[in-house]
C-alpha cells in the first residue's frame, strides 16, 4: 500500500489562503496576485509578480518568508513540485499500485486510506473558504450552475440532486453542446458557477469558469491539492485529497465535502429550505400515487 500524503503538507495556495487573515495590505496584493493566475504567477520572476501585485520586490520576498518559505526561489519550488503529480492519470500510477493480496485485504487497505483522505480533506479546507461558499450557493436570489468532467461530472449531479430539494434556481451544465451554448450564454452576474475539476484537468471545466468570470459570475471551484488551472478564475477554491491505493483517483472525499456544503446550505436558508423538501416530498409521492385522491367535486 502506498504512503498517503503527509496531513501537514499544504499546497501553497493552502498556505497563502490560510494566512489571508494575518497578511498586511501589501501582502494581501501579493496574494490575492498569486491566486488569481495560479500557479504561473509564482513561476515568472519576481518582478513580473511585484508587477501583477502592484507593489515592491521587496514586498514579494517577505510575502514569501510570511507563507513559511525562506525566500522566493523556495516558493517556485513548492510551486512545480505540486505540479508533477497534478499531470498524472491512472496508466502513470499503475505500476506502484498494482493490486495485491486477496479481495479483502484490499477492501480493508482501501477503507484506512480513503477515510484519513475524508478526514484530512475536511479538517485541511480553510473554514473561511466553506463558509464563503455557502453563503454564495445558500443565496435563493442567484441561479446555481453546475459543472464538471468525464468523472466529476457525477459530483456535479450529485450536488445538483441535492440542491434542487433545497432551494429554486438550480441548473447542470448539459452535455448536449446545443444546449450547453444557450445555458453558457445566459450566465451572468446573478450566477454562482460551481465547478468540479480534477486532475488530467478538463478543458471544458476551465472553460467554464473562464467564461463565468467573464460574465462577472462568482465561482466556486472544487479541485484536488495541486488545483485546477480553472483556480485562476475561482472567487472561492475548495481542494480535497484524491490519493488511493489503486490506479484511479479517490473521489470519495470530495464526495463528503459536497455533502457538507449540502447540510451548510439547508442551515443557512432555515424554514423556505424546510418547506421546499416538505412539498418536493408532497410532489414525490403524488407522482407515484401515493397521496391520498381529492374528493371528487360535488
Known amino acids: 500500500m502506498p504512503a498517503p500524503r503527509p ?7 493552502d498556505q497563502v489562503r490560510n494566512g489571508m487573515d494575518q497578511f ?10 498569486l491566486l488569481a493566475e495560479y500557479p504561473t504567477a509564482g513561476l515568472d520572476t519576481v518582478a513580473y509578480l511585484a508587477e ?17 518559505f525562506q525566500g522566493f526561489p523556495e516558493l517556485q519550488a513548492a510551486l512545480r513540485h505540486e505540479l508533477a503529480p497534478g499531470a498524472s492519470g491512472p496508466l502513470s500510477r499503475l505500476a506502484a499500485t498494482r493490486p495485491s493480496g486477496t479481495a479483502s485485504e484490499l477492501v480493508r487497505d482501501h477503507a484506512e486510506v480513503r477515510a484519513r483522505a475524508v478526514a484530512t480533506s475536511l479538517l485541511t479546507v480553510p ?14 436570489s442567484r441561479r446555481v450552475t453546475l459543472g464538471g468532467g468525464r468523472f466529476s461530472h457525477v459530483l456535479a ?26 445555458q453558457l450564454l445566459d450566465i451572468d452576474r446573478n450566477d454562482v458557477v460551481v465547478v468540479f475539476d480534477y486532475r488530467r ?37 475548495l481542494p ?34 424546510t418547506t421546499r423538501m416538505r ?14 385522491a381529492a374528493p371528487a367535486p360535488g
Open 24 to 33: 498586511s495590505s501589501s501582502e494581501k496584493k501579493v496574494a490575492r496576485a
Open 52 to 68: 501583477r501585485a502592484r507593489v515592491s520586490a521587496p514586498t514579494v520576498v517577505r510575502f514569501c518568508r510570511r507563507i513559511g
Open 201 to 237: 484537468y478538463q478543458r471544458d471545466s476551465i472553460l467554464l469558469a473562464q467564461h463565468a468570470r467573464r460574465r462577472k459570475a462568482s465561482v466556486v471551484l472544487l479541485t484536488d491539492p495541486w488545483l485546477s488551472p480553472a483556480a485562476a478564475y475561482a472567487d472561492v477554491v
Open 127 to 140: 473554514p473561511s473558504e466553506i463558509d464563503a461558499a455557502v453563503a454564495l450557493i445558500g443565496d435563493g
Open 240 to 273: 480535497t485529497e484524491v490519493e488511493s491505493p489503486s490506479a484511479f483517483d479517490a473521489l470519495a472525499p470530495a464526495f463528503a465535502l459536497v455533502e457538507c456544503l449540502v447540510a451548510g446550505v439547508l442551515g443557512s436558508l432555515g424554514d423556505s429550505a
Open 7 to 13: 496531513a501537514a503538507v499544504l499546497t501553497v495556495a
Open 157 to 182: 449531479q450529485y450536488f445538483e440532486l441535492y440542491l434542487q430539494q433545497l432551494r429554486p434556481k438550480v441548473r447542470l451544465v448539459e452535455s448536449s453542446s446545443q444546449r450547453r451554448t444557450s
Open 279 to 292: 412539498h418536493w416530498d408532497s410532489g414525490a409521492q403524488d407522482r407515484f400515487g401515493l397521496l391520498e
